[in-house]
């Protein structure tokens, strides 16, 4: 019984003395926060007048952003689509080289399009159409750089450009470039079709190339993922491999 009395004493002071110290660090913590909140109130005392501007700078900044996209970037796009329009009307007309364009300020086509609003989504769109035409003509180096130019946030439309862009290396007989592409054109894509008819163009120029352990990694891969559009081509290629 006394034995349990000490035991239950001993108990309590170990309550007593666990509150008194989170009684202690409690005050500290509030202690800290008042010191912390002092010396922010001595900061913002002693530089409000830097602090106030840099709250201008910033307010300035941000209203000149918004302005800047109103006033400048809107227009802007609205102008590249107009443009961009009357040349696809030309396009559909069969009148390529109107279409084209860049030649004088009354039509500029996607050549002109491209040049004066290359810092627009329709400018950068009018690059890659100008590319295209380009490589019909037979004007391969232009048509590649070009593309080059144009950037998308569609991974179709950015598969397509590796793709073009490696078609044009390859008729300017840089094959290594043009495959180095088409692996670009798989990797930018997640649609399936878009995918297989890379990976099938990259092996049938692996194949050219002589390089067939590539060939085959390409043929196999159709094998494995897109049997739905091959029709069972893959494997025919693969054997081929063997003996190319």
């Not at 006394?2 to 239950?8: G, L, Q, V």
């Not at 800047?68 to 227009?75: C, D, S, T």
């Not at 590649?144 to 862009?165: E, I, R």
Request: net charge neutral.
């Amino acid at each position: 019984m006394h034995f349990n009395f000490n035991k239950n004493m001993a108990k309590n002071t170990f309550k007593s003395n666990k509150k008194e110290v989170e009684g202690k660090e409690t005050v500290e913590v509030f202690k800290d926060l008042d010191r912390t909140a002092l010396d922010t109130e001595r900061f913002v005392e002693k530089n409000a007048k830097l602090l106030s501007i840099i709250f201008g700078v910033l307010v300035i900044g941000v209203l000149g952003f918004f302005a800047y996209k109103q006033f400048y970037v809107e227009p802007r796009n609205e102008e590249a689509t107009l443009s961009y329009l009357a040349a696809q009307k030309n396009l559909a007309e069969g009148k390529e080289d109107l279409a084209l364009g860049g030649k004088n300020a009354a039509n500029p086509g996607y050549l002109g399009t491209y040049k004066d609003y290359s810092d627009t989504e329709v400018g950068k769109l009018s690059a890659y159409n100008a590319g295209l035409i380009k490589y019909k003509e037979g004007k391969y180096q232009e048509a590649y750089d070009l593309l080059d130019k144009f950037s998308s946030d569609s991974k179709v439309l950015m598969a397509l450009k590796y793709g073009a862009m490696a078609d044009s290396q390859a008729n300017l007989n840089r094959s290594d470039e043009a495959l180095s592409l088409v692996s670009k054109a798989i990797s930018a894509s997640d649609d399936p079709y878009t995918s297989y008819y890379f990976t099938r163009k990259a092996g049938m120029l692996a194949l050219a190339l002589k390089k067939n352990e590539d060939a085959k990694k390409y043929f196999s891969t159709i094998d494995e993922k897109y049997q739905d559009y091959d029709n069972g081509m893959s494997e025919a290629y693969i054997e081929m491999v063997k003996y190319y």
